[in-house]
């Protein structure tokens, strides 16, 4: 069993320090420790990423790949946090939590669309699931279907995410309204009003309505803009498309799916690719489709 990691070593530039992880939470460490933190271990430069679960912070070690067949190990063969991932073999590893899976386009299509059907043609979701043969034939359709699903969690680029999985990890769907502390960290989709794109002094966002005093936004991080050229400097196109849409009731409708967090601003979603956005259930090109119309 590899050792429980409770200390990191944050290293940025000539800076070299311990942080626990007492003294650690999402706001401190987006801000401050991100991408800088590794094994306790100083002779192993295993990068170390801080992670919220349902009932606890933690630290873990960024995922292994597999690589032509080979496992890519973060750790040196001897560090006392080496973790065995069971990478090769394929029913272990999908009873193993601790791994990410990157989602898949098609996935990430059908969420955002169940979760803009959700809002306006509920009625569509009912009846999806239940076969000519009635609710057993259905269910226990869902319970084989259950066992497949794996256990690891949806994760994202930057979190260094595994690509394949067997199956899909499931993608929980949340109005931003219901957003609470135990979603922070996780990767959700949200949905909610837009009220403006805002080209703000740290990101450009969209900037959500809420019912509650909380503030909360969609950010274009710098992995989108880092995976998304094209889309992140025609940005304008959801500004120009949130204001076309606000002129009537109700304001456009945003889905999106992206790692939730909390910063100085309030509820932020982070999203690293235009397909893990829609308005009005539309993509980036079915956008510049109807603004071409407007015009
Ligand atoms: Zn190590």
Same mark, same amino acid.
């Given at each position: 069993?590899?050792?429980?990691?409770?200390?990191?070593?944050?290293?940025?530039?000539?800076?070299?320090?311990? =942080?626990?992880?007492?003294?650690?939470?999402?706001?401190?460490?987006?801000?401050?420790? +991100? @991408?800088?933190?590794?094994?306790?271990?100083?002779?192993?430069?295993?990068?170390?990423?801080?992670?919220?679960?349902? +009932?606890?912070? #933690?630290?873990?070690?960024?995922?292994?790949?597999?690589?032509?067949?080979?496992?890519?190990?973060?750790?040196?063969?001897?560090?006392?946090?080496?973790?065995?991932? /069971?990478?090769?073999?394929?029913?272990?590893?999908?009873?193993?939590?601790?791994?990410?899976?990157?989602?898949?386009?098609?996935?990430?299509?059908?969420?955002?669309?169940?979760?803009?059907?959700?809002?306006?043609?509920?009625? +569509?979701?009912?009846?999806?699931?239940?076969?000519?043969?009635?609710?057993?034939?259905?269910?226990?359709?869902?319970?084989?279907?259950?066992?497949?699903?794996?256990?690891?969690?949806?994760?994202?680029?930057?979190?260094?995410?595994?690509?394949?999985?067997?199956?899909?990890?499931?993608?929980?769907?949340?109005?931003?309204?219901?957003?609470?502390?135990?979603? #922070? @960290?996780? =990767?959700?989709?949200?949905?909610?009003?837009?009220?403006?794109?805002?080209?703000?002094?740290?990101?450009?966002?969209?900037?959500?309505?809420?019912? /509650?005093?909380?503030?909360?936004?969609?950010?274009?991080?710098?992995?989108?803009?880092?995976? /998304?050229?094209?889309?992140?400097? /025609?940005? =304008? =196109?959801?500004?120009? #498309?949130?204001?076309?849409?606000?002129?009537?009731?109700?304001?456009?409708?945003?889905?999106?799916?992206?790692?939730?967090?909390?910063?100085?601003?309030?509820?932020?979603?982070?999203?690293?690719?235009?397909?893990?956005?829609?308005?009005?259930?539309?993509?980036?090109?079915?956008?510049?489709?109807?603004?071409?119309?407007?015009?």
């Amino acid at each position: 069993m590899p050792r429980r990691i409770i200390n990191a070593i944050y290293r940025e530039g000539e800076t070299e320090e311990i =942080v626990l992880l007492s003294q650690m939470n999402e706001s401190v460490y987006q801000n401050k420790y +991100k @991408g800088f933190l590794f094994c306790p271990n100083k002779e192993c430069k295993a990068r170390i990423v801080f992670a919220t679960g349902e +009932k606890r912070t #933690y630290f873990r070690t960024w995922k292994s790949k597999v690589v032509n067949e080979e496992i890519m190990d973060e750790h040196i063969e001897d560090c006392p946090y080496f973790v065995e991932h /069971n990478l090769v073999d394929k029913p272990l590893r999908r009873r193993d939590e601790s791994l990410l899976y990157k989602l898949s386009s098609d996935h990430i299509n059908r969420v955002l669309k169940k979760s803009f059907d959700r809002q306006f043609n509920p009625s +569509k979701l009912q009846n999806r699931g239940k076969s000519k043969d009635g609710e057993k034939g259905a269910s226990s359709r869902v319970r084989s279907e259950r066992r497949q699903v794996p256990q690891g969690s949806a994760g994202l680029g930057s979190d260094g995410a595994l690509d394949k999985a067997e199956r899909e990890p499931s993608v929980f769907t949340k109005s931003v309204d219901d957003i609470i502390e135990a979603d #922070y @960290g996780t =990767v959700q989709c949200v949905d909610g009003f837009a009220d403006k794109l805002i080209f703000g002094n740290d990101y450009p966002y969209i900037l959500l309505t809420t019912k /509650n005093d909380k503030k909360a936004r969609i950010v274009f991080t710098e992995a989108f803009a880092a995976n /998304n050229d094209a889309q992140y400097k /025609n940005l =304008v =196109v959801y500004e120009k #498309y949130i204001d076309y849409l606000s002129e009537n009731e109700p304001k456009p409708f945003c889905s999106c799916i992206g790692k939730v967090t909390k910063d100085n601003f309030g509820v932020t979603v982070n999203i690293e690719d235009y397909i893990a956005l829609r308005i009005n259930n539309k993509n980036y090109y079915q956008i510049i489709r109807d603004i071409n119309k407007i015009k």
